[in-house]
């Protein structure tokens, strides 16, 4: 079992101010895998000090440190990946493969892509008599999600470092385990004391700390629509930039001319990666409605190829990530049933063979209206939907017709027709035919949130823009 029961603050691991234990779930035995402590103001108060004091000199610090200190993060972290794999598995239930492939590797990925972006972004630019210059916002607190734990946490650290920023990062309590490797790795690499902090805590203790915190400059939160709105009041006293990355029902368009089988059994695919906890998954599958009986067939034996086992197995999904989860996802299949949507396959209970676990039948429902809850909230499961359109017009009403605007997917061969469909669509981010791009801005519409992530977008988000006028000549006078 692991035990992390200090933090990381100005450099040190310390014992918080007033200890207090948690216990950290495995979810596919539901057997205690690790126990962390959980911090309160105090511990805030100190981590907020010591990310201040460091800015100052941290933040005058040239491009050329600051790549050779994400150089060093990315050579520690190369050391370490398989151990955040193993982490994973244990506090969020990840498969073996998933965990190193996916959720692992997308540290080591960011970390490339930060430098990459660090060695050339624009810092500053000359508009005629005045000079623009981005320099970097202060203190950050980042608090990040069970779901993509490491992934979250890079995707938001890396950026603020590479810009300048000091951090204050409270992970999840639900999947803090990775997060403890990846400060050991800061610890490696060097990281001035004080430039990145660690506290562990809920989101109505530590959490709130951090965002009312006058210290505080930006906060960069992942996490559910209910608790972003939460995030941005506690923030808003203090008129600090906030950065949202929250939920999401995005829809996935199969156009009539798509290849079926490829673009369903991809569909499904996705909204069943990670045991279906992902924001973008692609939970609405639209489909022609004449061609809806082929497409349910196809969904269904889609489905019931994926595997389920043990996650230190290379399966396809694992459990959720605890007992909450599971119960409400059981709430919202039952729910699908009693409105009237037609169960292809899956349904309420654990799958045959498991008496212990968060485990979830892959599940497809179809003959769903956009009406039906389980077409209209997040179930954060391995939940598909599929409704049907009977023109192009009425595709795009149904995918715009909700709160979130996260992403959404687009199949089909003829680009041109994608294409259209794409530029209609109120999301952050469309991909079409099942297309990727790590260093694509990632971020939502409406209630998905607000900000960018990833790439040249994402350092935007850490930096403050100062105009300089009468900056270019020399002698320049009013």
């Known amino acids: 079992m692991r035990e992390y029961m200090k933090f990381y603050i100005d450099g040190q691991w310390v014992y918080p101010v007033s200890p207090k234990s948690l216990d950290i779930i495995n979810p596919a ?27 100052e000199a941290f933040s005058r610090w040239s491009r050329e440190q600051r790549i050779d200190l994400l150089q ?28 190193l492939h996916a959720q692992s590797s997308s540290g080591m990925m960011h970390l490339s892509a930060g430098i990459k972006v660090l060695r050339d972004f624009k810092f500053e630019e000359d508009r005629g008599l005045t000079r623009i210059v981005k ?42 385990l990775s997060a403890y490797i990846w400060t050991e790795i800061m610890d490696a690499a060097g990281v001035p004391a004080g430039v990145y902090n ?38 808003a006293t203090t008129v600090k930039r906030v950065t949202q990355e929250l939920g999401g029902k995005s829809p996935n368009i199969i156009l009539d ?32 409605a004449k061609k809806m009986d082929e497409a349910v067939a196809i969904a269904k034996e889609a489905a019931e190829a994926i595997t389920i086992d043990v996650p230190t197995d290379n399966d396809t999904i694992g459990p959720v990530v605890n007992k909450t989860q599971w119960e409400s996802i059981q709430r919202f299949i039952q729910i699908g ?15 045959e063979g498991f008496n212990q676990g968060f485990y979830v039948k892959p599940t497809v429902f179809s003959n769903v209206t956009n009406e039906m809850k389980i077409a209209r909230e997040e179930i954060f499961g391995p939940v598909l939907s599929i409704l049907a359109y009977e023109s192009l017009d ?25 294409r259209t469909v794409a530029s209609q669509l109120r999301v952050g981010q469309v991909s079409i035919n099942g297309v990727g791009d790590s260093l694509a801005p990632f971020g939502g519409y409406k209630k998905s949130g607000n900000g960018r992530e990833s790439g040249d977008y994402g350092f935007h988000e850490y930096l403050e823009t100062k105009a300089v006028l009468g900056f270019t000549p020399a002698n320049a006078t009013r």
């Open 29 to 55: 035995t539901e057997a205690v895998a690790g126990r962390i402590s959980l911090g309160s103001v105090a511990d805030v108060d100190l981590a907020v000090t010591a990310a201040r004091k460091a800015f």
């Open 72 to 99: 060093r993060i990315l050579n520690e972290y190369q050391k370490r990946s398989v151990d955040i794999a193993h982490a994973i598995t244990e506090e969020m239930g990840a498969p073996a493969c998933l965990a």
């Open 135 to 176: 320099e970097p916002i202060g203190v950050c607190g980042i608090i990040t999600p069970w779901n993509w734990p490491i992934h979250q946490i890079a995707c938001k650290v890396v950026p603020a470092l590479a810009t300048g920023c000091t951090v204050v990062l409270k992970p999840s309590e639900e999947a803090p």
């Open 198 to 235: 660690l506290i562990n805590g809920t989101g109505p203790d530590v959490g709130t700390a951090i965002c009312s915190h006058r210290d505080v400059d930006m906060v960069s939160f992942t996490g559910s629509t209910r608790a972003g709105i939460e995030v941005a009041k506690a923030a």
């Open 257 to 288: 001319d798509a290849d079926l089988p490829v673009a369903i059994g991809r569909g499904v695919r996705d909204v069943m990666l990670n045991s279906g906890q992902s924001c973008n998954a692609p939970t609405r599958m639209l489909v022609p």
């Open 337 to 351: 049933i009693d409105e009237g949507a037609t169960l292809v396959t899956g349904g309420i209970g654990r799958p």
């Open 394 to 418: 009425e595709a795009i009403r149904i995918s715009n017709d909700t709160e979130y605007g996260l992403a959404a997917y687009v199949s089909g061969n003829d680009m041109e027709k994608a």
